[in-house]
Structures are given as C-alpha cells and as structure tokens.
C-alpha cells in the first residue's frame, strides 16, 4: 500500500522556493498521452493489468466488490481519499477514475485476478497534480488487497505501469510520495526500483503535518524489457 497523510483529493497545496524548485522535475505539457495507446496488459496466469476507462465502468461491478476488498484499516489509513466505502461513493469515485482517463489527468491500472479488482496503480499527470498539489509532476500511488501481498504482483504491475509512463505518456521522472509509517510501501520502493530523495519540495504550505518521504525514479535511466 502506498499514499500520503491526505487522500489523493485532500493533498494540500504544497511550495516551492527558489533553493528547491530546480530539483523537482516538473513537466508542463498540456497532452501526455492518448487514450487509445493505453491498453490491457496480461501478467500471466489469470492476473490482468488494465486501465480504468469506460469499459471497465459499465462491464465490471467493481462498485460492489471493492468495499469488500479495499475498505481495510491498513488501505484506508494510507489512501483515505479512495472512498470505497460502500458501493455508492465506489461508484462515484469510479466515475472519476473513468472521466481522469479521458481528461489526461492520469491513468488508474487495475490489477484483476479472475476479472477480481484485487489492487490498483494510480497513476497522477503532472496536469492533476499542478492542481492538487501545486507541482507538476507526475506521481503514483498504488495499493494490494491483503490477501494478496508479498506475492510480488504489486512490483510487476508498477513495473509494467512505469514502462507505460515512460513509453506511452513521455514521461521521465515520476514521484512517490509515501508515508513514513508505510513500511510496506518503503520496503518495495526501496528495493531498488526507485531511489529515496529530499523532500525539501514537498513540504505542506501551512507546516501543519509531517512532510512524506519521497521517492523518485528516472526513467530515462530503464530499459524495459518488454513493450
């Protein structure tokens, strides 16, 4: 499980300052990809990658299904702002999962075991988070049923993710903004797919909560092995 003090619709704004600001990669492009590039991906077995788009909203009843999966203690305390509470604010929050696609605001990947909506790679356009965040950049956030951890998915899905990123959407560096309780979470960034960096950048403009670590990758650096 990955995420930040604040949901993804509750972040605060953050600053940036003239001794900070050359260090965080932004990207202000206005188009970062097109929808129709950003395809399912089979990882074996019966377990898929797919995006969240119209498709997935009006074939899957995902609505009913992830309060089951994805309303626990630990997923709620890292991503709050998910709102898979009941099927009714799912449906909703789906809804924007599907209409964030079209608006190049950033790509939500399902990861389906079975057609079972069992985790999800969020991915942030630096358009969403010069928003909600006041940098743009791009982010991710991600987040496994339990039932379902340390089996390694969750790395190759975010590898397979990232490969998108980088091929489908140009972008080069991408951030992860991770609470410091999240062991989990440090555990698989730090494995060496992403490296630790300063979060001198991130810190909340009122000062009124701890800043999150922050991880951060180079894409330019990969060489994905498969398209």
């Known amino acids: 499980?990955?995420?930040?003090?604040?949901?993804?619709?509750?972040?605060?704004?953050?600053?940036?300052?003239e001794d900070n600001a050359f260090s965080i990669h932004q990207?202000?492009?206005?188009?970062?990809?097109?929808?129709?590039?950003?395809?399912?991906?089979?990882?074996?077995?019966?377990?898929?990658?797919?995006?969240?788009?119209?498709?997935?909203?009006?074939?899957?009843?995902?609505?009913?299904?992830?309060p089951l999966l994805a309303n626990t203690d630990k997923i709620k305390r890292f991503?709050?702002?998910?709102?898979?509470?009941?099927?009714?604010?799912?449906?909703k929050r789906l809804e924007g999962f599907m209409y964030k696609v079209e608006k190049q605001l950033g790509v939500t990947y399902v990861i389906r075991g079975s057609n079972v909506p069992i985790g999800m790679v969020i991915v942030n356009s630096?358009?969403?988070?010069s928003k909600a965040i006041n940098l743009a950049i791009w982010t991710i956030d991600f987040y496994i049923s339990e039932a379902f951890e340390h089996?390694?998915?969750?790395?190759?899905?975010i590898l397979?993710?990232?490969?998108?990123?980088?091929?489908?959407?140009g972008a080069t560096v991408v951030y992860a903004?991770?609470?410091?309780?999240?062991?989990?979470?440090?555990?698989?960034?730090?494995?060496?797919?992403?490296?630790?960096?300063?979060?001198?950048?991130?810190?909340?403009?009122?000062?009124?909560?701890?800043p999150p670590l922050v991880y951060m990758i180079d894409l330019s650096r990969i060489n994905f092995q498969r398209g």
């Open 27 to 66: 990207d202000n492009r206005m188009t970062f990809y097109r929808i129709e590039d950003i395809r399912r991906r089979s990882m074996g077995g019966d377990l898929m990658l797919s995006p969240y788009d119209a498709e997935a909203y009006f074939t899957y009843p995902d609505a009913a299904v992830l």
């Open 79 to 91: 991503l709050p702002g998910l709102g898979f509470t009941d099927e009714s604010s799912t449906k």
């Open 151 to 157: 089996k390694g998915i969750m790395y190759q899905s």
């Open 177 to 210: 903004l991770v609470d410091r309780e999240n062991v989990d979470c440090k555990k698989l960034l730090g494995s060496g797919l992403f490296e630790q960096v300063d979060n001198a950048g991130f810190k909340n403009a009122d000062n009124s909560e701890v």
């Open 160 to 169: 397979r993710v990232l490969n998108d990123m980088k091929s489908v959407m």
């Open 126 to 129: 630096p358009l969403y988070n």
């Open 1 to 17: 499980n990955n995420g930040k003090k604040k949901g993804e619709r509750q972040e605060p704004k953050q600053i940036i300052t």
